[in-house]
């Protein structure tokens, strides 16, 4: 989020944020100049602490719904236009990540079929 940001302050065009950010690498001058205005002590916590401290917490909790919101709307599109299933048949669904207990935290999938 944090080299979104700075790119975004280096008039990048939203389009190609997403490709500017994979090219951006942390120890571009620029990008440590800018997360420094916010974290001085960069140098010594170093750039991934640094960006935690960075970002607010509700704009990471933001991001991250919407990405979970998209992930399950493409599987959903997936389901739907490439095999072919009913749109009323597919539900995709989150499960509830805060009360999840730490050791079920793994990413998957969980695929229930019944018929009718």
Do not use: H, W
Not at 3 to 19: H, M, T, V, W
Not at 27 to 38: E, F, K, N
Not at 55 to 81: G, T, Y
Request: net charge negative; hydrophobic share 40%.
């Amino acid at each position: 989020m944090v080299k979104s940001e700075y790119l975004a302050r280096q008039a990048i065009s939203p389009d190609s944020i997403g490709f500017a950010t994979a090219g951006l690498r942390d120890d571009d001058a620029g990008l440590l100049a800018y997360i420094r205005t916010s974290v001085p002590e960069i140098d010594s916590i170093g750039i991934e602490k640094a960006c935690i401290r960075a970002v607010e917490p509700d704009k990471i909790n933001a991001r991250f719904l919407s990405i979970l919101e998209e992930r399950n709307r493409l599987v959903s599109d997936f389901l739907v236009r490439e095999q072919g299933l009913p749109g009323e048949s597919v539900l995709v669904q989150t499960i509830d990540l805060v009360n999840l207990p730490q050791e079920l935290r793994v990413p998957q999938f969980k695929i229930e079929v019944s018929m009718k």
